[in-house]
């Protein structure tokens, strides 16, 4: 059965700071996500990785992706409060089944 | 451009009645996904409904069903609610099966069954 695991789960932070979220995954998927979740909302795309080796940044998120180590990162860069949230990976490998982690619950702090 | 949108916004109900959420997916999309989201977890797959079929079922039981209208509007179906169908109900809607296969998201139904 696929399994997605992200850690850590709980995750605070200092601003100014830099920190990388982890998302490992158990079956061969060339198509991860990622997601914010701002509480009580629903679920924001923040990238859609699609090829081993992919990177894509936007302001001071950065997601890269390794299929053959089935892991990709989320690095944030400069931590701002704004960031504050939950973030989640998901993977589809057939395009009819996402599965997401359990998310990381990040708390930057001034 | 008019984006996912689901009704009601809330909902509550009692164990053992049916509920019906409604979602309108996002001009010229043709995919739905429907997920359930317990508070604290991530997103779980229910079903997904591509062109009028399901297309995809997660870990659902049968009582838990769909469907897609020909407008590609959609509804999630559950029957004999129980108190753990409490949750945040969750649809994305996506331009097809190909590439680049991302979803977007409504704001969600939250269901309380007392």
């Known amino acids: 059965e696929l399994k997605v695991e992200q850690n850590p789960l709980f995750l605070s932070m200092q601003e100014g700071k830099n920190y990388t979220i982890y998302c490992n995954y158990s079956?061969?998927?060339?198509?991860l996500y990622w997601y914010r979740q701002d509480p009580g909302k629903s679920l924001e795309s923040l990238f859609v990785?699609?090829?081993?080796?992919a990177v894509k940044q936007e302001g001071r998120l950065m997601a890269s992706l390794d299929t053959k180590a089935r892991l990709s990162t989320l690095h944030i860069t400069a931590a701002v409060h704004d960031l504050s949230a939950t973030y989640f990976c998901?993977?589809?490998?057939?395009?009819?089944?996402?599965?997401f982690g359990a998310g990381t619950r990040l708390t930057v702090k001034p | 451009e008019t984006g996912v949108t689901q009704s009601p916004t809330h909902l509550i109900k009692t164990r053992g009645q049916q509920v019906t959420l409604r979602c309108s997916s996002q001009?010229?999309?043709?995919?739905v996904s429907w997920y359930q989201q317990a508070l604290g977890q991530g997103p779980q797959f229910i079903f997904q409904?591509?062109?009028?079929?399901?297309?995809g079922r997660g870990n659902f039981p049968p009582r838990f069903s769909g469907l897609q209208f020909p407008n590609y509007s959609s509804e999630l179906n559950v029957n004999a609610l129980e108190l753990d169908d409490s949750a945040l109900y969750l649809c994305?809607?996506?331009?097809?099966?190909?590439?680049?296969?991302?979803?977007?998201f409504g704001p969600g139904t939250r269901l309380t069954v007392t």
């Open positions: 994305a809607s996506s331009p097809g099966l190909a590439a680049p296969y991302e979803q977007y």
């Open positions: 079956t061969t998927s060339d198509r």
């Open positions: 990785l699609l090829s081993n080796g």
């Open positions: 998901a993977v589809d490998p057939d395009n009819n089944d996402m599965r």
């Open positions: 001009s010229g999309h043709n995919t």
């Open positions: 409904y591509y062109r009028e079929e399901e297309n």
